[in-house]
Nanobody
Framework: QVQLVESGGDLVQVGGSLRLSCVAS????????MGWYRQAPGKQRELVAH???????NYADSVKGRYTIYRDNTKNTVYLQMNSLKLEDTAVYYC?????????????WGQGTQVTVSS
């Protein structure tokens, strides 16, 4: 069973920075896509950023220029560097890994880490 463990969430002031980590229980080479999602209270979970096994990145418009997703294959870890944080970035952040098979896509989720941005 694949396990994803997020960490790095914290309480930070507006304009501050955080780095989230997502450690996988197996090689992240085995996943076609790894991404970060977030869910704010009363809102749907939304994609923040993802990175493919070939290194292609995609970001939500709301975080472009402020967030960076990157991976360290030697540590089986995907990171999300978050800068210039805003109040609206407050949410639980989840890591997701997707493995594409002949039967379709398999998604694995972490338990989430809370990011709270305060004024």
């Amino acid at each position: 069973q694949v396990q994803l463990v997020e960490s790095g969430g914290d309480l930070v002031q507006v304009g501050g920075s955080l780095r989230l980590s997502c450690v996988a229980s197996e090689s992240i080479f085995s996943f076609n896509v790894m991404g970060w999602y977030r869910q704010a209270p009363g809102k749907q979970r939304e994609l923040v950023a993802h990175i493919t096994s070939t290194g292609s990145r995609n970001y939500a418009d709301s975080v472009k220029g402020r967030y960076t997703i990157y991976r360290d294959n030697t540590k089986n870890t995907v990171y999300l560097q978050m800068n210039s944080l805003k109040l609206e970035d407050t949410a639980v952040y989840y890591c997701k890994a997707t493995r594409i098979t002949t039967l379709g896509g398999l998604d694995y989720w972490g338990q989430g880490t809370q990011v709270t941005v305060s004024s």
